[in-house]
């Protein structure tokens, strides 16, 4: 998406999984949350259950690894999946402005770097931020079956082995603008997740009329519930 401006607004929810750049300004407005997902490049490989018969009635079953009885001879049999998961993150780029704003809702960046040259102010509920995963799961089954089995009496034995990997990357996100202003309905209300805020001014305010009615604080009851209160950062 990419235009002078761009002005997103939602009711409800509002899921966004592009990249959006904008010459001036990109203001985003849901009525209760918005959500940034990374796209992920896919590419599986899954082998099927292979049923080996050997000799007179004698089958091995890969999936569970069980020789059914009368077997003469050996066999090897190997079944892989392959599975991975590359992940792309979103890229929100503005000349001016950035502005998010999930009213009561949460706002969650997953693998999305917002870039503005003058300002970037998140707004929800909670915010939550982490980078984009990428993965690569194998799976190895490999049975062997030597000897002979006559009645269901083995004289030889199954030796199964088995490897089950899984591995994830997180790529970091960044938050980049000269000032930079994310407010939460609550003084806990932001989860920061392997992502880099770099501006000149940074700000980090709780706002309780951003939570929903029942979780309001009351810290100072003379100042308006509406005003904002600056948290260290």
Same mark, same amino acid.
């Not at 870039?115 to 929800?124: F, H, P, T």
């Not at 082995?161 to 996100?173: I, L, Q």
């Given at each position: 998406m990419n235009a002078t401006n761009v002005v997103i607004n939602a009711k409800d929810s509002a899921e966004i999984a592009s990249n959006i750049t904008a010459n001036n300004n990109v203001n985003i407005t849901a009525g209760n949350g918005v959500t940034f997902t990374e796209s992920a490049n896919t590419a599986s490989n899954q082998g099927t259950a292979v049923n080996v018969g050997i000799g007179a009635g004698a089958t091995i079953n890969v999936e569970t690894g069980v020789a059914v009885p009368h077997v003469n001879g050996s066999v090897g049999v190997n079944k892989t999946d392959n599975a991975?998961?590359?992940?792309?993150?979103?890229?929100?780029? $503005?000349?001016?402005? %950035?502005?998010?704003? $999930?009213?009561?809702?949460?706002? @969650?960046?997953?693998?999305?770097?917002?870039?503005? @040259?003058?300002?970037?102010?998140?707004?929800?509920?909670?915010?939550?931020?982490?980078?984009?995963?990428?993965?690569? @799961?194998?799976?190895?089954?490999?049975?062997?079956?030597?000897?002979?089995?006559?009645?269901?009496?083995?004289?030889?034995?199954?030796?199964?082995?088995?490897?089950?990997?899984?591995?994830?990357?997180?790529? $970091?996100?960044? %938050?980049?603008?000269? @000032?930079?202003?994310?407010?939460?309905?609550?003084?806990?209300?932001?989860?920061?997740?392997?992502?880099? %805020?770099n501006g000149n001014n940074v700000a980090y305010y709780y706002d309780d009329s951003k939570a929903p009615a029942t979780n309001r604080y009351t810290y100072r009851s003379r100042q308006p519930s509406y005003a904002k209160r600056r948290l260290r950062y």
């Open positions: 991975s998961s590359t992940a792309t993150g979103a890229n929100v780029a $503005a000349g001016n402005d %950035i502005k998010i704003n $999930a009213n009561n809702g949460d706002v @969650n960046l997953h693998g999305t770097n917002l870039v503005s @040259n003058n300002s970037v102010e998140v707004e929800g509920n909670k915010v939550n931020t982490s980078g984009a995963i990428s993965s690569v @799961n194998e799976k190895n089954l490999t049975v062997n079956v030597n000897g002979s089995y006559a009645s269901g009496k083995p004289n030889g034995g199954i030796n199964a082995k088995g490897k089950n990997e899984a591995n994830v990357t997180n790529t $970091a996100n960044t %938050i980049q603008s000269d @000032n930079v202003v994310i407010t939460t309905g609550s003084p806990t209300g932001l989860s920061v997740n392997n992502t880099t %805020i």
